[in-house]
Every structure is written in structure tokens, then in C-alpha cells.
């Protein structure tokens, strides 16, 4: 093996480790419980709105991760640089709970700073292990590294939740924050343990011509936009609805992640497979027209069906988002094979934050408008923050048009891989009965003849004896 072939194993290694530690973080910057601590800082409509997509928000800044890259000169450096403020810059929100500042804008400048820089941590990141993952074994590798992440965020939302149960407060948010803090630290240490790639692929330094010139990239980019308009508009608000309209606490919803979450675990190996057979965008297609059937049904969602139906939600959730999750990116990097990634990562996201603004700016101002709406409909209550449910049902919806305008290795759709599996075992099972007899029948012949064979050689010994 050569020197750097190990190098590459090793750094595969170390990323599945990073990517669980790394969510016993990030599960705090997300959902409800990036909400509740917003709610504990006292946050408006619209600083919820942008606080929850900050993450998405702060990729408009990936256009300086080639210059960062450039002064750099290094991957790794740029990446342990950037996550190195990122995540210690995430401690200075245990020291504010600690001394009792709770100020909105504090916090959400704050998690602005971990958000951008995180995101640059991403973009470093994604090149280098490009290098380290051969392209057969993308969807394998991804599907366990996601498998591993999504393990850990399920206990530590478990363990985060019954931390805020069993101590409400600026108390709770202290010991879930400086967990946070630590888990944060370990990840920057294991980013530090990957090795150097050699770069396998290089581009010119006109990265927006270079981008825009890609056709294929480029109808990518217009799903993207619409995609992220659609996802920012309500996510922040789904949590939002949760905890303030349904009264829900953080238990019945670590509850609900736990559903999701091992729905997911289950999924990830077997999307990863079968996005390596018929085409990792296929499977992507599939979730993200789930995605928009899942926001539908937060829509219907209220205080007098939401036992039956946030089980439900969970389950599909789970189903559509670990196929979402595994194939984006799996996708992108089919687009742009034998090409420098940093660019078109840089451009995408870009082009992903502008819409992620729109959508959280856009979603806490007519949040802040209709959240005292309620409207009773034959003992159904609907709030006024479920019609951005609506509205995001009907973009993510959109956006699937645009996506099945990209261009990439496609065998055929998940509908169609399930339908021609279950069409072939029927058959054997039911169209063709009698082959299923022959069989039977065969394989009885085979054992009949077999114990004769056997008794004949018992036989002869005995004899011999």
C-alpha cells in the first residue's frame, strides 16, 4: 500500500469518527433545541426564523473559501483553521448563560460565527475527502459515515432533552451547552488527525466562469435555489410550532427524533446501495418530492391529531431525509467529477444562502403576522404559522421539477427499482407457481436420493466391518 493510499484509509477513518462526534454539536444548532435556546434569549419571530437557518444562511459566505484556500495553501490547514473558530467560538454561549446575559442579538451573532465558519469547514473538508473515497464506494461510505452521525444525534437529543426536562431553564441550556462545547473541541481534534491528500484535480482560478459554464452544474443550481427557499421559509417554524402551539415538551420530542432517527439508521445503508445501482440522483428525486408531501402534512398538524399524525411525520421523515441527505451531496459530486470541487461548492452554496435569506427573512416576517391567527375548521384547529407549511410544501414541490432537469446517471426511479423487485418475486411466487413446485420437487428428489447414497455407504462399511 502506498504512502498515500494509507493516508487515505486513515483519513476515511477518522472522518466517520468526526462526523458522530461533530452532530453531538451540531444537533444543538438545529430543531427544537436550537428553538427553545433562542426562546431563552428571548428571541422574536424573525430572529427564530434566522437563527434556524443560519447553517444555510451562512454559505453565502463559501465564495471566500478559494482565496482563504489560496493564503492557506493547505486543505487541512484552512479546515482546522476555520473549525477551530467555529466550534470554540460555540463556548461563548455556556460563559453568557453562566453569567445571566441573555441577549437575542448576542446569540445570534454568535451562532452567525459558528455557522459561516463551519461552513467553510465544510467546503475544505469535502475536497479532501473526495481525494480519500474512491467513486465506487461513495454511496457505501457516506451511507455508514451518516449511519454513525445519525446514531449519535439520536442519544444526544435523547440525553439533551431529559437534561431540559428535568432542569427548565437557563439551567438546562448551561449543562446542554457546555456538553455541546465539548463535543465541539473533539471534533477539531479529529479534523486534526486527517492527513494531507495530494489534490487529484485542478481548475483555473475564474471559478464563476468556470462554474457557470457547466450547463449541468448550473440547472443544479436553479433546483438549489428553489429547494432552499422552500426549506428556510418554514423549517425554523416547524420547532416554533411544537413547542409554543402544540405545547409539546422536549422528552415527547426526543421521542419523535428517536423514530426518525433509527428510521433513518436503518435506510442509510440500504439508500446507499441502491443510489450505487440506479443512480444517486434518482434516489434524491424520490426524497425530496417526500420532503414536499411531509410539509402537506404538517399543515393538518394540531393540538387535536398530533398523536397519530407526529408519529407518522417521524417515520416519513426519517425515510425521505436519509435519502436527502445521502444523495445531495453524492449527487453534486457525480456533477463535477474530474473537477475542482472548492469552486463549484463556493458557487453553490453562494447561490444556496442567497436563497436560504429570502426564505428565513421571508418566513419570520409573515411569521410574526400570522402567529396569532387560529382558525377553527369542524374542531380542527389550524395556526396561522401552519400556511408557511403550505406555501413550503408547494416550492419543495417546485423545486423537483428543477431537479429532474439535471442531468446525470439515472437507471431508473425508486418507484420503478421497487415495483420491478416486487414484480419479479411475484412472479416467481405466483405468476409462475409450478417453477416454485419443480422445485419443491427437485430438491426433495435430491435429499431422497442423497439418503439412499448415504445408506448404501453405511451399508458397505458395516459390511466391511
Not at 467513486?135 to 455508514?144: A, L, N, S
Not at 446514531?151 to 437557563?170: E, F, H, N, Q
Request: glycine share 8%.
Amino acid at each position: 500500500m502506498s504512502h498515500s493510499t494509507e493516508d487515505a484509509a486513515k483519513t476515511r477513518k477518522y472522518s466517520l469518527v468526526e462526523g458522530a462526534v461533530f452532530n453531538g454539536f451540531f444537533v444543538i444548532t438545529q430543531g427544537f433545541l436550537v428553538t427553545g435556546l433562542a426562546l431563552q434569549y428571548g428571541a422574536s419571530e424573525l430572529f427564530i426564523a434566522i437563527i434556524g437557518v443560519l447553517p444555510t444562511l451562512a454559505q453565502v459566505m463559501q465564495l471566500l473559501a478559494p482565496v482563504i484556500l489560496q493564503y492557506a495553501k493547505s486543505r487541512r490547514k484552512a479546515m482546522l483553521v476555520t473549525s477551530a473558530i467555529a466550534r470554540f467560538g460555540f463556548a461563548l454561549i455556556p460563559v453568557t448563560l453562566a453569567f445571566g446575559i441573555t441577549n437575542s442579538s448576542f446569540l445570534l451573532i454568535v451562532l452567525a460565527i459558528t455557522a459561516l465558519f463551519n461552513s467553510l469547514t465544510g467546503n475544505f473538508w469535502i475536497s479532501l475527502i473526495r481525494d480519500a473515497v474512491p467513486p465506487e464506494k461513495t454511496g457505501r461510505f457516506f451511507g455508514i459515515r451518516n449511519l454513525f452521525a445519525s446514531m449519535i444525534a439520536l442519544i444526544m437529543t435523547v440525553v439533551y432533552s431529559l437534561i431540559l426536562d428535568k432542569l427548565p431553564g437557563r439551567m438546562g441550556f448551561l449543562i446542554v451547552t457546555i456538553i455541546g462545547a465539548a463535543f465541539a473541541a473533539f471534533s477539531v481534534y479529529l479534523l486534526k488527525c486527517h492527513k494531507d491528500l495530494p489534490v487529484k484535480v485542478y481548475g483555473t482560478g475564474r471559478f464563476f466562469k468556470e462554474v457557470m459554464g457547466n450547463l449541468k452544474f448550473r440547472d443544479f443550481l436553479f433546483f438549489a435555489f428553489v429547494w432552499n427557499m422552500g426549506i428556510t421559509l418554514s423549517a425554523p417554524f416547524v420547532s416554533y410550532h411544537q413547542l409554543v402551539n402544540l405545547r409539546l415538551d422536549y422528552s415527547y420530542l426526543s421521542v419523535m427524533s428517536i423514530i426518525s432517527g433509527i428510521t433513518s439508521m436503518v435506510l442509510f445503508p440500504l439508500w446507499g446501495r441502491i443510489a450505487d445501482e440506479i443512480g444517486h440522483q434518482s434516489v434524491l428525486e424520490f426524497g425530496i418530492l417526500g420532503a414536499a408531501g411531509v410539509m402537506f402534512l404538517w399543515f393538518t398538524i394540531s393540538p387535536s391529531n398530533y398523536a397519530v399524525l407526529l408519529p407518522l411525520d417521524s417515520i416519513l421523515t426519517g425515510v425521505v431525509w436519509s435519502a436527502i441527505n445521502l444523495c445531495m451531496f453524492t449527487t453534486i459530486m457525480s456533477l463535477i467529477s474530474g473537477l475542482r470541487a472548492e469552486p463549484y461548492f463556493a458557487v453553490l452554496s453562494f447561490v444556496s444562502g442567497i436563497a436560504a435569506l429570502l426564505g428565513s427573512v421571508s418566513g419570520g416576517l409573515i411569521a410574526g403576522l400570522v402567529k396569532n391567527v387560529e382558525i377553527v375548521v369542524a374542531g380542527h384547529t389550524i395556526f396561522g404559522v401552519q400556511f408557511l407549511f403550505l406555501g413550503a410544501a408547494v416550492i419543495r414541490a417546485t423545486s423537483w421539477f428543477f431537479l429532474r432537469r439535471v442531468k446525470t446517471t439515472k437507471k431508473q426511479t425508486v418507484t420503478k427499482h421497487v415495483i420491478n423487485f416486487a414484480s419479479v418475486f411475484s412472479r416467481r411466487l405466483a405468476s409462475r407457481p409450478y417453477e416454485y413446485a419443480a422445485s419443491l420437487i427437485e430438491h426433495e428428489r435430491q435429499r431422497k436420493l442423497q439418503k439412499k447414497q448415504k445408506e448404501a455407504e453405511n451399508t458397505e462399511r458395516d459390511a466391511h466391518l
